[in-house]
Nanobody, 129 residues
Framework: QVQLVESGGGSVQSGGSLRLSCAAS????????MGWFRQAPGKEREGVAV???????SYADSVKGRFTISQDNAKNTLYLQMNSLKPEDTAMYYC???????????????????????WGKGTLVTISS
């Protein structure tokens, strides 16, 4: 059974930074894609950033230039460095792992969450103005 456990959430003021971590465990855990998703109250889930096993990344337009996704394969840990935080970044942040989609002659991680098979329980990020 695969387990994903997020940590690092908290409350910071606008312009501040946070670093989220996601520790993964499980038998022969080696997903092609991992990612961070968020959901604010009353809003749909948003794919924030995804990364594949080779390190290729994709970001939502709303976080480009401010957030960085990375992974430490030796530690089975996924990270999300969040800088220049804004009140609209307030949400529950979820770590997920899963499969890639095949299109345009290659395999890619997608940010809609549909191919993510495993999800963590989330960590809350609150940004005050």
């Amino acid at each position: 059974q695969v387990q994903l456990v997020e940590s690092g959430g908290g409350s910071v003021q606008s312009g501040g930074s946070l670093r989220l971590s996601c520790a993964a465990s499980g038998h022969t855990f080696s997903p092609h894609c991992m990612g961070w998703f968020r959901q604010a109250p009353g809003k749909e889930r948003e794919g924030v950033a995804v990364i594949d096993s080779d390190g290729s990344t994709s970001y939502a337009d709303s976080v480009k230039g401010r957030f960085t996704i990375s992974q430490d394969n030796a530690k089975n840990t996924l990270y999300l460095q969040m800088n220049s935080l804004k009140p609209e970044d307030t949400a529950m942040y979820y770590c997920a792992a899963g499969r890639s989609a095949y299109y345009s002659g290659g395999y890619y991680c997608v940010r809609d969450g549909s191919l993510m098979d495993y999800w963590g329980k989330g960590t809350l990020v609150t940004i005050s103005s």
